[in-house]
């Protein structure tokens, strides 16, 4: 089993930052693949970005390339996501996702308000 716990939410102005965070914790040696997720009121969940096993490789969606950035430590059994210049239609809740033994897992999400 591997739990996730995310934080770094939050109420943030139009051009703001934020970086998000997940700690993972459990059987971390399983972990593969790591993504973050979002889901907003009244739309089906979307990845947002995917790093691979080694954080050697990343995919970002078209809505957030080149404003956000994901990274991750295994060192640490960390995950970050740090979002740039945010807009109003990046909120959502994130939810942090890691993939172990054919298996995927899912933390309880943080949410992410950008006002206009």
């Known amino acids: 089993q591997v739990q996730l716990v995310e934080s770094g939410g939050g109420l943030v102005q139009a051009g703001d930052s934020l970086r998000l965070s997940c700690v993972a914790s459990?059987?971390?040696?399983?972990?593969?693949?790591m993504a973050w997720f979002r889901q907003a009121p009244g739309k089906e969940r979307e990845l947002v970005a995917e790093?691979?096993?080694?954080?050697?490789?990343?995919y970002y969606a078209d809505s957030v390339k080149g404003r956000f950035t994901i990274s991750r430590d295994n060192g640490k059994n960390t995950m970050s996501l740090q979002m740039n210049s945010l807009k109003p239609e990046d909120t959502a809740i994130y939810y942090c996702?890691?993939?172990?033994?054919?298996?995927?897992?899912w933390g309880q999400g943080t949410q992410v308000t950008v006002s206009s």
């Open positions: 459990g059987r971390t040696l399983s972990i593969g693949p």
């Open positions: 996702n890691a993939q172990a033994y054919s298996a995927n897992y």
């Open positions: 790093t691979s096993g080694s954080g050697g490789r990343t």
